[in-house]
Nanobody
């Protein structure tokens, strides 16, 4: 089992920045790809970003590309999501997720690819 705990969410004005963290515990040696997803009320869970086991490969959803940066520190078992130039449409609950199937999952942009999930952290961007 892998346990994931997100932190760093909050209220920010449009144009501002936040950094989310996701701390993993348990069988962390089994974790390969890590992903971030978000879900706004009444909407589907959308792919935000993913990072390979080594941290050398990243992928982003179209709406956040160029504004968000995903990184990981395997020594600390922590993944980060730096969010800049935030927009009101970025408002959502943000979840981190772990995939144990591969160092770089081929279906990394699909929430069904991930076995473990955090509880989520709310990000609210005011206009």
């Amino acid at each position: 089992q892998v346990q994931l705990v997100e932190s760093g969410g909050g209220l920010v004005q449009a144009g501002g920045s936040l950094r989310l963290s996701c701390a993993a515990s348990g069988r962390t040696f089994s974790v390969g790809t890590m992903g971030w997803f978000r879900q706004a009320p009444g909407k589907e869970r959308d792919f935000v970003a993913a990072i390979s086991w080594s941290g050398g490969i990243t992928d982003y959803g179209y709406s956040v590309k160029g504004r968000f940066t995903v990184s990981r520190d395997n020594a600390k078992n922590t993944v980060y999501l730096q969010m800049n130039s935030l927009k009101p449409e970025d408002t959502a609950v943000y979840y981190c997720a772990a995939d144990t199937s591969a160092p770089w999952a081929t279906s990394r942009n699909r929430w069904t690819s991930y076995e473990y999930w955090g509880q989520g952290t709310q990000v609210t961007v005011s206009s």
